[in-house]
Structure formats: structure tokens, C-alpha cells
């Protein structure tokens, strides 16, 4: 994504775009991860609740940024950890970010 374009979605908040993925689809298998990994993955995302299981769909199918946002409680750093994972196991790369060091030092310590 050239710098244009990344100006135009965080500084003039154009809105990202998504592209429609398979819902029934675990989009980790598809990528580059072995058979472990991929069913060590279907076991965690199978623990998460519906919502964080739509956000998990809703970062795989973001073309240009996802962000998870919500309530003190609702489960974003599982969902993120998860997400880090999922990522990592399909070799993209990850950018997390965050208000307060304590909300990365958590999700590290989920990791």
C-alpha cells in the first residue's frame, strides 16, 4: 500500500474496503501453515464467542485495516491474540497498536 493511499484511509478517514470471504471458510488453512498449526488454530478459534469469531472474519476479509474495538470485558485481546496467530501462521505482517503499554504487554503475555 503506497503512502497516498494510507494517508487517504488514516488522515481523511476514507473507509476500508473488504473483500467477501467464505464464512464457512477457516482462512488459516489456506495459507502456508502445517496441519498442526491449522488444527491447533480451528481448536482456539472454536473456544471464541460469535462476536470475536465475526471479528476474526472481518480482519481476513479487511483489504486495507481491520481495527477491534469494544467494551473493558468483551474479549478484543483474545480475539487479537488469536488474530496475531492466524496471521503470523499465513505469513502476513502484523502491526499492533495500542493507548497504554499495558494493553501490548497483556496481549504479548497472551501470546
Known amino acids: 500500500m503506497g503512502d497516498y493511499k494510507r494517508r487517504r484511509l488514516i488522515v481523511r478517514l476514507e473507509k476500508p474496503r473488504y473483500r ?13 501453515c502445517t496441519d498442526k498449526v491449522a488444527s491447533e488454530l480451528d481448536k482456539a478459534f472454536d473456544a471464541l464467542n460469535a462476536d470475536q469469531q465475526s471479528a476474526v472474519f472481518r480482519a481476513f476479509s479487511a483489504c486495507d485495516y481491520a481495527l477491534i ?9 483474545v480475539t487479537v491474540a488469536f488474530l496475531v496467530r492466524a496471521f ?19 496481549l504479548l503475555l497472551k501470546l
Open 20 to 32: 467477501t470471504i467464505n464464512s464457512n471458510a477457516r482462512p488459516w488453512r489456506e495459507g502456508a
Open 69 to 77: 474495538r469494544g467494551m473493558p470485558g468483551t474479549g478484543k485481546t
Open 88 to 106: 503470523m501462521s499465513v505469513g502476513k505482517s502484523i502491526l499492533v497498536t495500542s493507548y497504554t503499554h499495558s494493553a501490548v504487554d497483556n
